[in-house]
Structures are given as C-alpha cells and as structure tokens.
C-alpha cells in the first residue's frame, strides 16, 4: 500500500539519517551533550521503525549509535584508553551481530499464548533487537552522568549473557529437538481440542477472526486458533480462552495438528490455508468474515473446501452467477450468527422523526478491479445530510488509512462532522469511538439508515430492516444492480451524486423499497428465527464434529439442495 510504503519510507530516513548525524557530531565535534541526545533521538526512531517495519534490519543504525554512544562515553570520562569500555564495545558488537539471527530463529519456532507453556526464549529472539536499544539509551544516559565506564560493562554483559542464553537454547531446540514433541504440542494432547481455526492475513486483520470466536466458543467443545503471523498472537489470546499457537513453517504445523482434531475452519482464503489443507484427515469448513456482493466474496478457491458455509441461498447464487462451479452439497446455508444482536425494526420511522445515519465508506482494494471506495465524493454526501439534520457515524474501513488519499478525504470528513457538532450540538461519531468504543452492530442499532460502499456492511444491516444506499462507484448505472444484487434491495447513488437528493428523499423519507427490502433479507441472511438465529451455524458445526449428531429439534442448516434455492427475490 501506498501509505505503508510512505510511513516506512520516512522511518527508514529518521533511523539512518539521524543514526550518521550524531555519530559525526560526536565524532567531528566539542559537542559531546548534543551528540549523545542526537544518539537518543536516533534510538527513538529507531525504535518507531521496528514498530513500522517489524522485520526491518536495523543493523547499520545500530551499529553507528553505538560507536557514538561509546565515543561519547569515552570523552565525557576523558581517560583515555579504558579496557572497560573496549570490552563493552566487543560486547555491543556481538549483540549487533547477533539481533538478526536470533530473531529470524525465534520467528520460526512455535509461541502459544493460553496454554500452560512457557515459550520465552523465542519470545526474547523476538524482542531482542528493542533489549539492545534499550541498553544502548542506559548507556547513552551513563555518558551523560559520566559514570564508571565499569558500569557500562556490566549492564552490557547483563543483557549479553541474556542473548547468549536464547542463543544456546534456540541451537538446542533447532539441532536436539525434545523427544515425544514439545511442550505446546504435549499441551495439546492434554487440552484434546476437537476442531482448529486457521487463520493468516496482513497486519490488521485480526477483526475477521475475531468476529467468530465467541460463536466458536459456543458450539461447545474444546477448540484452538492456529495464527501464522506472528503479531495476531497477542490481539487473538486476548480475545479468547481458547489456546492461540502461532505456527511460522509447516514442520511445526506436525505438532499442533494433535490426533483428536476432526475439523479446521477458515475465514479468509489466505494463500498459507493450503498448508493446512494439506491434512487430509481434517474436515475444511471455508466460513468467511462477511458477506457481500463484491468479488472475492465468489473466490474459486473456495472449491478446495469440503464445506463452504454461507449466510442465505443469494451467497450460493453469487458462486454460480461469476462461473464458478462448486458441487451444491459442499454448500450449508448457516445465517450470519454475528447478526444476532442487531435490533429488527418492522415499522419505518415517522416522517418528522430525527435520523441518524450511519455512514461506512470502504477502502480502495488490491486492486483497481475491486476499488469501491467512495471517499472521493463523499463531501458532498455528508454536508447534505447535515442540511438535512441528520446526525451522522462515520465508520471507515480498517485499511483506510492505508492509502495516503482515502487518509486525507477521510480527515476532510472527520473535520466537517467537528464542525458541525459544535455549532449544532448534534452527537456525531467518528474515528476510534466508531470504529473501536462502538462495534458495528451497536452502530447499527443507533442509526435508522445506512449509506454505504458494496461491502458486508450491507448484508448486516439487512438483518435491521431499515433502509439503506448503496454507491455506484464504479458508474455501471443499470447494470451495477446486476453485478451487486443485493443493491437491487436498497437506493443506488451515482458516482456523480447527481441523485443525490432523490435517494435521500426516499432513504429518510417514505422508503418505497421496505417490501423488498424483506424478500432479500431472507435470500441472503436465511429464514431463521430470530430468537434462536445463531443455532443454525452451532447445530451445523457440531454436525460436522459428529455426523450422526442432530439437533433437539429439526432447523434449517444442512446442505442444501440445488431444486430448494430461489431462483431470484421473488421467487
């Protein structure tokens, strides 16, 4: 992305260029104080680099603050040749060579988090390279204070021991593994988990697992989440009690993949799900992390699942409408479970009454074929909803701000809403109270319409029934509804806003499509009862843990047959 590469770029830049600056202001100058600060500057940055670019290798920077660091030390103690300080130089140079290493050995060995393991040398190769600059900062305040250069030493050999430590105890684990398995792998055994969710994805993505745990936990029998990214570990373990192992190659996937395991659930189709495809003796259950019309929602890689569960008979549709053949059986109609929470409203609201809408732009996608975003135009939109009083949550995608555009439009809105809450004294949301204090189902039960971009959002909202809008952004005019059927439910604005005046007119107003609006709600959501919706995702997942089990009562849910499923909404 766009803004990632900028936000590196510029760390990159810091790093280096004040690492270069305070090593020749200590090295070619008197001025020793400004030196050492300009060295803890360039351990601040330092410090933001490795959170932008956790793979970053910052050997080189490292290795200029600490020759300027040492050169400092030297001159503020003005002895001369100190042999403390010459071993503490030797030290520092070990653990310069050695941060890289160690960290690419302790990524590629198993972390767990709820278990009753403790994995801490791979955690410490991890963080190894923070440890250094954090000594190198003591070390910087100890030229400051113009303490015995033996103090130096002995911190630095402190933290070298430390090193040396992971180092043996990474060398045994590579070259004597432990004989019957290893520790997380014999907690494993014990825990006796039933089924695994697999889950890999860019940084930020947590949300897609996240959104399923609780159902998960709910079915009712012992479970863990296998991560492959290491930086989901924490975000995931603190989301659940499950246990969370993070597995970085396929040889420790062995020792995870205990024998009471029956079923793997997937919610994306990350490239790394094969690796776990592989295992035969598994069941694969594709469950994804939302619904909607846009194209990955019709993946063909969906077709290596033996089970693909869907929301509503529409999901099965959207498969067959992008020429995607998938046999009917692999296909079991479950609900949105996440739904459960949303609040129906059967009765539109009174003409007069005050609306609150909620808005949820999209970001702008991989590639240009799925850029949906409507963040360009939406100035316009939002000062017309307030002309008309509406009291607006803007929700933006988590990725927005990875594109330095959608970042700036973004702003230009958050500004405009500022603006107006305070000449107003209208509530609006925005930023982290909407995209964190709030979830999206409590946006949704606030608000009493929804403007969106073609996303999942909609499908959910769909579950309200209250109206919503979506943008055309891609100028198809009559044919956007046939690419985006679920829009056909809902009021289409124009990339030019050209109408937008009718839409709202209709979305605030009357809401002429309330009546179709439920024939679709039950083609992509499913016709289940509301007081027990999420049974249908719990009763299918325990029917694939144990294939004769069945519910106490008969519900919807099982594969469906290619002659049951409507041919269109109003069928």
Known sequence: MRGDLVRKLIARCLSIGLAVLAFLVVALTGATGWGLALAVAALAAAAAERRIRPSADTAAETTLIAAAVLVGYARRLDAGFDPALAATALVLLGLVLLVGPLRQAGNLEIRAANLPVRSWAPLVATHLGGALLGLLAVLALGAAATLPALVALAVTLLVGAGAGAVALDLARRRFRPPAGGGAVGRALRRHQPEFVLHFSAPPGSEYQVTMWLPYLQRIGRPFLVLVREPEFLAPVAAATTAPVVYCPTLRVMDEVLVPSLKVAFYVNHGAKNAHLIRFTQLTHVQLHHGDSDKAPSANPVSA????????????????????????????????????????????????????TVLYTPTWTGHHADADYCSLPVAEALLRRLLDRGATVILRAHPYTAQNPASARQLGRLTELLSADRARTGRPHIWGAAASRELSLVQCVNRSDALISDVSGVISDYLYS?????????????????????????GYVLR????????????????????????VTRRRYLGDFPAESYADAFLDAARRELEPGWSPPSPRAGLPVEPDALPLSPTA
């Open 465 to 489: 029934g209250k109206p919503f809008a979506v943008t055309d952004m891609g100028g198809e005019g009559d044919r956007f509804t046939e690419r985006f059927p679920l829009a056909g439910a």
């Open 495 to 518: 990339r030019d806003m050209a109408n937008l005046d009718e839409v709202l007119d209709q979305l605030l107003g009357d809401d002429p499509m309330a009546p179709e609006r439920w």
């Open 304 to 355: 290596i699942f033996d089970r693909i569960f869907v929301a509503g008979p529409a999901a099965i549709d959207r498969y067959a409408r992008a020429g995607v053949d998938i046999p009917a059986e692999k296909f079991v109609v479950v609900g949105r479970p996440q739904v459960e929470s949303i609040e129906v409203r059967p009765e539109p609201l009174p003409a007069e009454a005050p609306r």
